[in-house]
């Protein structure tokens, strides 16, 4: 079944008008420049073995914040290696702290270090099993069933 002309022409419209947003909104974001970044960590160690995602926002010059990425800046480490924002620390590593600077790579002189603590607890809790994990959601929604 086709659609009136009408109906049409309204979605062109609408079409239009979303895309010129998008591109004003863009197009406002590169105008902004970076004036500082910070650190925003989701936890306050690394786990060594695994890949961990190093948070960095930049504050741009009209105030608001926007998440940076490896295009964005250089992300350099005193142990590990770097994947993108995600920092591998090999298990063999004996610090107990890494040292990690950010460098915006359209203006160097924007930068920040911070140090981050390795996680000293070992993973000794042993998974549980997927009948453990089901039996434990039946039991919470019997409960839920129950307070209804």
Same mark, same amino acid.
Do not use: C
């Given at each position: 079944?086709?659609?009136?002309? @009408?109906?049409?022409?309204? $979605? ?5 008008? *979303?895309?010129?947003? %998008?591109? &004003?909104?863009?197009? !406002? ?33 009209? @105030?608001?914040?926007?998440? $940076? ?5 250089? *992300?350099?480490?005193? %142990?590990? &290696?770097?994947?993108? !924002? ?63």
């Amino acid at each position: 079944m086709q659609k009136p002309s @009408g109906m049409r022409k309204i $979605l062109a419209v609408l079409g239009f008008i *979303l895309a010129a947003n %998008a591109v &004003f909104a863009q197009k !406002n974001v590169a105008l902004q420049k970076v004036d500082s970044i910070y650190f925003h960590l989701y936890t306050d160690s690394l786990k060594k073995g695994f890949y961990n995602y190093i948070n960095v926002d930049g504050k741009l010059s009209n @105030g608001t914040w926007t998440p $940076l990425d490896s295009t964005q800046i250089f *992300l350099i480490s005193d %142990a590990g &290696f770097f994947k993108g !924002n995600d920092l591998f620390i090999d298990s063999s590593y004996k610090e107990e702290t890494v040292r990690v600077k950010a460098v915006l790579k359209s203006n160097p002189s924007v930068h920040k270090e911070v140090i981050i603590h390795i996680r000293k607890r070992g993973f000794t809790e042993p998974l549980k099993t997927n009948d453990e994990i089901l039996n434990e959601m039946r039991q919470k929604s019997a409960k839920s069933k129950k307070k209804s």
